[in-house]
């Protein structure tokens, strides 16, 4: 079975420059989770979806981040304009309906803002 | 109120002895569930081990198991006959209710070093 597929896997880009990244979840998971790790804050959740509505966008840093689901299959996180401090690993990860069910985690993109 | 903590930052076993890391969790909900994920270098998340609130038995997966103790509030991972492969990140999450809006809470992770 196809786990959760994120892309990149890595970028490198300027600051001031947009940045898109990639999730494709598990197939029949209806939630999706975007998190963001560093060494200094750990992980952090920035926002996510129920049946592709956003829940909880609470954790978004700023204005300058936004995400959207639009289908089961697909979500982006966007960064514009990045800058440095936004390097992270962004991890996004999916889960099943019904129940307490474990979500499952993409390899991540790993992202440097120059 | 921290919902997850895990209080080892870091710890060191032999090869082939068992460890334990530290899980503590705050809930008022009675249902929720906990979870145990693995991070090796290579940085990917790794689902290990899952424990129901109402579920009797402690769960147990391969040489994972999960000392739930509910009255204390606790959900320690432990890991029999460590292999040098054990050694990554390990982070205690909790979900609760039984519906899919609620977050996951994860603890700030425990850096396990298996010792040749």
Known sequence: ?114 | AQKITQTQPGMFVQEKEAVTLDCTYDTSDPSYGLFWYKQPSSGEMIFLIYQGSYDQQNATEGRYSLNFQKARKSANLVISASQLGDSAMYFCAMREGTDNFNKFYFGSGTKLNVKP
């Open chain 1, 1 to 114: 079975d196809a786990g959760v597929i994120q892309s990149p896997r890595h970028e490198v880009t300027e600051m001031g420059q947009e940045v898109t990244l990639r999730c494709k979840p598990i197939s029949g998971h209806n939630s999706l989770f975007w998190y963001r790790q560093t060494m200094m804050r750990g992980l952090e959740l920035l926002i996510y979806f129920n049946n592709n509505v956003p829940i909880d966008d609470s954790g978004m840093p700023e204005d300058r981040f936004s995400a959207k689901m639009p289908n089961a299959s697909f979500s982006t996180l966007k960064i514009q304009p990045s800058e440095p401090r936004d390097s992270a690993v962004y991890f996004c990860a999916s889960s099943f309906g019904t129940g307490v069910q474990p979500q499952h985690f993409g390899d991540g993109t790993r992202l440097s803002i120059l």
